[in-house]
Structures are given as structure tokens and as C-alpha cells.
């Protein structure tokens, strides 16, 4: 059960959600709530709490939404990072990682605003054409993989654009391949196949050790995301593209990188396929949704970087108001465009300034 001032909130981020599905959020109104979001998890998230004021940060003392500290993503990890008492919890999402690694944990004690989130954003970059599709879902199923905040939101999203028909070919970590290629082949309508990087280099493996070629219908897509986990050997995005032609018959503007985070409630598409639909010419980048902000900012300064200079990404999202709304990622990434371009992941010792005053927290912690 939600006490009142947890309700108010979020019937303010539902709304500011629905009214920038798509239009963008001007600075003022972003920092508005951005600031309401921040008082109501320093207040409530004591772990959150306590970091900010090693920081020197708490409400009324910023001056700008940019100023709220932004917890390290391996807080996750460490730390029960929540707004309400673990009981109320009705999911909790997983990190992937190999076998033996602490896993981190994003605990909902809602999941109106994650799955709200995920809606306008997948529609304006996936679904820019309004056209017809067939979903093929290279990732394990919602029912069997219930802490993957993916699974999760490919449930969402073949229960609102595919009238819940979505067919999926991956259970038990093992990628039906030959029935994938089975039901392809049968296919009249466009395609849309979504999937994770390694699911997506497996079929285009398996395609290729059988000397096989498809053609999907015109208008066909992919929606790409996730490494590879270390489960086979990494491939460029141009490669995987390039190969998506060769295989699939699926040009490079109709292939679109999304990325996610576990501790993350928004997403982040490339602007490729909407850009072409609206016959715009520009080099693609990466955007979220108007109840978004990134920064790039200086690995050992913790300063947002000028002119398009390399750091490591900072995420601010609004629908994270249950754990904490500023996220410090270990990615690496640049400004382009509207957006980013993301550049991989930092190694942990690339990352000390941003984190000296989480090493200190974490030792008074313990």
C-alpha cells in the first residue's frame, strides 16, 4: 500500500510522462520534478541519503538538476537502494552477469511507471511507420525469466503492439534456432525480430554454417541489444549490421541498437530507423525520452566534458523514483547530436574520480 505523498508523485511523473510521450520537456519543468523526485528519495532512501551528504548535496542546496549526486551503478550491487520497506517490493530486477559475479538488484515497489516509460520511447524509434509486424523475441520469455527487467519489457511490449501474439525462441538460456528459421521462412508479413546480441550472432552463426540466406519482407527490422557477456568473442555493431544484410536481407537503417539498464527504468534507442522515416540525413545517436537527461562527464573530475570529448555516461531518469533517479554508469560514451554516442565500458580503475566519494562512503558504511 502507497501513502499519500508516494501517490502524488507518482500520478505527477504518469502525467509528465503521458504529456511528453512526444514532445520534448523543457529545462524548467524537468528540473521541477527532478528536484521532487530527488527530496522524496533523499528523505526516504537512507543509503541514498547518506552519500548525498558526503557529497555536501541535499535539497534546497543545488543549483541545477544536474547537481543531484549520481549513485554509482555498483550501488546496485552493494547496497539496498529503496524508497519503501523490502516488503512492499512487488518485482525485483537482476543485473546480467557471468556465473559467481554479485548480481545487482533494482527493486519496484510499483512497476506503473517502469511500464509506462517503456511504451512512447519504443514506439517513436521502432514503430515510426505505424506498419503491420510479425514479433519474433530472441529473449527468454517474461513468465520464465521474472528478474530480467528485458524479458520483462519485451512482455510489455508484445502485450501492447503485438496484441500479446509475440513468439519467442529462446527458453532455458538455449536459442531455438531451426524453429526460428523454421517460422521465418513461413513469414509473409514484416518481421520485426528483437533480440540480444548474442541471440542475434548465434541465428546469423547458425545461418551462415548452413550457407543460408533469408530474405525478410520489406519493411522488416531489428530491434539489437546487450553485449555479449562474455559468452563468444565481441563484434562491432557495423560487423553484426553488415551481417544482419548479408543473412536477414535487412538494410542498416531498419537495425536499431537499444540500450538499458537493470538500474535504469527508461530506455535509449538509436535515432536510425525513425530518422529514416521522417527522411531526415543526419549520423544516428542515442536519445531517451523527455523524463530523461544524460551527461557525459570527466572520469577522474566527475565534470561534465565540452565539445564532445570522451567520459563516461551519467543518466538521470525521472520513472526511477522507488530507488534513485541519478545513475553514474560505467560506460564510456560522447555527445552527438541531440544525444550520445556510446563507446563501451570503462575499466574500474578509469573510473576513480567519479568514485572516490563512493569508496569513502562505502568504507563508513561498513
Known amino acids: 500500500m502507497q501513502d499519500s505523498q508516494t501517490r502524488l508523485l507518482d500520478?505527477?511523473?504518469?502525467?509528465?510522462?503521458?504529456?511528453?510521450?512526444?514532445?520534448p520537456s523543457t529545462e524548467v519543468d524537468f528540473q521541477a520534478l527532478a528536484y521532487a523526485v530527488f527530496e522524496y528519495q533523499f528523505e526516504r532512501n537512507s543509503h541514498y541519503r547518506k552519500f548525498c551528504l558526503l557529497e555536501g548535496k541535499s535539497p534546497g542546496r543545488l543549483k541545477s538538476w544536474k547537481d543531484i549526486p549520481a549513485m554509482p551503478a555498483a550501488g546496485f550491487k552493494e547496497l539496498v537502494l529503496a524508497t519503501f520497506p523490502l516488503r512492499n517490493a512487488v518485482r525485483t530486477f537482476r543485473t546480467s552477469g557471468t556465473t559467481g559475479q554479485n548480481k545487482g538488484a533494482h527493486l519496484f515497489d510499483t512497476l506503473k511507471l517502469y511500464e509506462a516509460a517503456i511504451l512512447p520511447s519504443f514506439k517513436k524509434y521502432l514503430l515510426p511507420d505505424g506498419v503491420n509486424l510479425s514479433f519474433y523475441f530472441l529473449i527468454s520469455p517474461p513468465a520464465e525469466s521474472r528478474?530480467?527487467?528485458?524479458?520483462?519489457?519485451?512482455?510489455?511490449?508484445?502485450?501492447?503492439?503485438?496484441?500479446?501474439?509475440?513468439?519467442?525462441?529462446?527458453?532455458?538460456?538455449?536459442?531455438?534456432?531451426?524453429?526460428?528459421?523454421?517460422?521465418?521462412?513461413?513469414?509473409?508479413?514484416?518481421?520485426?525480430?528483437l533480440a540480444t546480441a548474442f541471440s542475434l550472432k548465434a541465428f546469423l552463426d547458425f545461418l551462415k554454417a548452413k550457407k543460408i540466406g533469408l530474405r525478410l519482407p520489406g519493411?522488416?527490422?531489428?530491434?539489437?541489444?546487450?553485449?555479449?557477456?562474455?559468452?563468444?568473442?565481441?563484434?562491432?555493431?557495423?560487423?553484426l549490421y553488415a551481417e544482419c544484410k548479408e543473412r536477414l536481407g535487412l538494410a542498416p537503417e531498419c537495425c536499431v541498437s537499444e540500450y538499458g539498464m537493470t538500474e535504469?527504468?527508461?530506455?535509449?534507442?538509436?535515432?536510425?530507423?525513425?530518422?529514416a522515416a521522417a527522411g531526415i540525413k543526419r549520423k544516428p545517436f542515442k536519445t531517451g525520452p523527455a523524463w530523461t537527461r544524460t551527461l557525459v562527464v570527466d572520469p577522474v573530475t566527475g565534470r561534465e566534458t565540452k565539445n564532445g570529448a570522451r567520459g563516461v555516461l551519467r543518466h538521470f531518469d525521472l520513472a526511477n523514483?522507488?530507488?534513485?533517479?541519478?545513475?553514474?554508469?560505467?560506460?564510456?560514451?560522447?555527445?552527438?547530436?541531440?544525444?550520445?554516442e556510446l563507446l563501451g565500458r570503462a575499466r574500474g580503475a578509469e573510473l576513480r574520480g567519479c568514485s572516490l566519494s563512493y569508496e569513502e562512503f562505502l568504507a563508513k558504511t561498513g
Open 11 to 23: 500520478k505527477k511523473i504518469l502525467e509528465f510522462i503521458h504529456r511528453h510521450a512526444d514532445r
Open 147 to 193: 528478474h530480467s527487467s528485458l524479458s520483462h519489457m519485451m512482455g510489455v511490449v508484445s502485450r501492447h503492439f503485438a496484441g500479446g501474439k509475440g513468439r519467442y525462441y529462446a527458453e532455458k538460456e538455449k536459442i531455438l534456432l531451426g524453429a526460428l528459421l523454421r517460422d521465418l521462412r513461413r513469414e509473409r508479413k514484416k518481421v520485426f525480430l
Open 219 to 239: 519493411g522488416s527490422r531489428l530491434m539489437e541489444t546487450g553485449g555479449f557477456k562474455g559468452r563468444m568473442k565481441e563484434v562491432s555493431k557495423t560487423a
Open 264 to 275: 535504469l527504468s527508461s530506455q535509449f534507442y538509436d535515432t536510425t530507423l525513425a530518422d
Open 321 to 340: 523514483r522507488g530507488s534513485v533517479l541519478a545513475v553514474q554508469t560505467e560506460d564510456f560514451g560522447r555527445r552527438s547530436g541531440e544525444g550520445f
